[in-house]
């Protein structure tokens, strides 16, 4: 026996969908009056006739097929609900139903989708009240029999208050969505529980992170610098460091050039003393060409090293 296409498999958000299609296919195979309960088993006499036993025999082979049915059309998380209650599709039927029409949060997201609803563009007016009414209808099927206009105002004031949370308070509003009944006083209490958790967590962040800086080591939570011994900076960071860094640089920099220059100048001095030098001694050498005397003479008597004759008497001809 294969599943029916056209009816979607029973997942968490879609048993109203699969509750009306399956009925109606359940109805055109002859056998939903099993399922409802409307039609029973057979009444048998003490001594079984032909008949009754026929009747039985159809009975029981029609309770198969309805169970079979139902089971292809359920999702593989969803069969685990049906352990209990296997070969017998009147039970099956009450304990979806039950798992499903319970739970309040179905109800949440069919209001949810009540009022989420909008004119799709170039929507007719005409369905978009079609929309609207099935929304409705939905929410109808989920109330349980003995739902009144009472719990109907204390559901929306609930399910208004779970709507308005903001994203952090999501696993909040899952819990309270799985739930099996949504009562007044046991919402508001969860409110109040909920905030004070939230309180106590919102005031309990300021002594972490203390606790936390004080057990750190000290130079995580106050650097000191080891040039100026100050704290809240780095030696990378420290202005001091800095300018003292440019001026020595300068200060070689400079030493650098003045170191240049002597050198230079001392190599100036060198060179200038050295042609003075050479200059000196050939210009106070004696000329061979002097005739030699026989007798000594003191206009002969030269000193080379002072470099006094090339200058100052340069106006005489040697002969």
Not at 4 to 29: F, V
Not at 68 to 83: M, P, S
Not at 142 to 154: G, I, N, T, V
Not at 172 to 178: E, M, Q, R, T, Y
């Amino acid at each position: 026996m294969a599943n029916n296409p056209q009816i979607p498999l029973l997942n968490a958000t879609n048993y109203n969908t699969w509750s009306g299609l399956m009925t109606a296919y359940l109805q055109s195979k002859g056998i939903w009056r099993i399922v409802s309960g409307a039609k029973t088993q057979p009444f048998l006499s003490d001594i079984l006739t032909a008949r009754e036993l026929a009747a039985l025999k159809l009975y029981h082979e029609n309770c198969d097929k309805a169970y079979g049915i139902i089971y292809l059309h359920l999702d593989n998380n969803q069969k685990i609900h049906l352990e209990a209650v296997k070969d017998d599709p009147i039970q099956m039927w009450e304990v979806l139903k039950a798992v499903y029409q319970k739970c309040p949060g179905n109800r949440f997201n069919a209001y949810d989708d009540l009022f989420s609803i909008q004119k799709v563009k170039g929507e007719s007016l005409q369905t978009l009240i079609n929309r609207v009414e099935q929304a409705v209808l939905l929410i109808q099927q989920l109330r349980p029999k003995d739902f009144d206009l009472a719990k109907l105002d204390e559901e929306l004031a609930l399910l208004t208050l779970i709507r308005a949370l903001p994203d952090k308070y999501n696993a909040f509003a899952l819990s309270l969505l799985h739930l099996d009944k949504l009562d007044k006083a046991i919402i508001h209490q969860a409110f109040v529980t909920e905030d004070i958790q939230h309180s106590c967590h919102a005031s309990d962040m300021p002594a972490v992170a203390t606790a936390f800086q004080t057990t750190s080591a000290p130079s995580a939570s106050k650097p000191k610098c080891a040039f100026c011994d100050m704290t809240n900076h780095v030696i990378d960071k420290c202005h001091k460091f800095i300018n003292a860094q440019k001026e020595a640089k300068k200060h070689v920099k400079n030493a650098c050039k003045d170191n240049r220059a002597n050198k230079a100048q001392e190599a100036t001095s060198e060179d200038k003393e050295s042609k003075d030098m050479e200059f000196s001694g050939n210009a106070s050498a004696l000329n061979t060409n002097v005739p030699s005397f026989s007798t000594h003479s003191t206009d002969f008597d030269w000193i080379a090293d002072t470099g006094a004759t090339s200058h100052m008497t340069s106006h005489c001809n040697w002969v």
